[in-house]
């Protein structure tokens, strides 16, 4: 098996077993479709996916506007951390 389907089969195994975590986090060598198409099929969509998304040149729209990574503002260092639920769309290098 692939290092990808043992992932999936351990959170699959895992949420039988009664670990029902509300988020999977990965490095972006485990975040691809594949992957995050299992997590959100868990538990009928109670389980959430995050992952680091490899950088190249991927557009992302936040509030309506298309930027690079690079291009993001960056936090300030004392400033406080939050979660802030949004919805962000991720672009190929292609569809520029």
Known sequence: MSKL????????RGWKMGLHAKYVI???WFTCE????CVRSIGKGAMHFVGLAKMGKTKYT?????????SLPPMNAN??????????DIFSSADT
């Open 5 to 12: 389907e043992v992932a999936m089969d351990m959170l699959r």
């Open 26 to 28: 990965t490095d972006s």
């Open 34 to 37: 594949q992957l995050m198409a």
């Open 62 to 70: 936040v509030s309506g506007k298309k930027m690079l990574q690079n």
């Open 79 to 88: 400033e406080e951390r939050t979660v802030v639920s949004t919805n962000v």
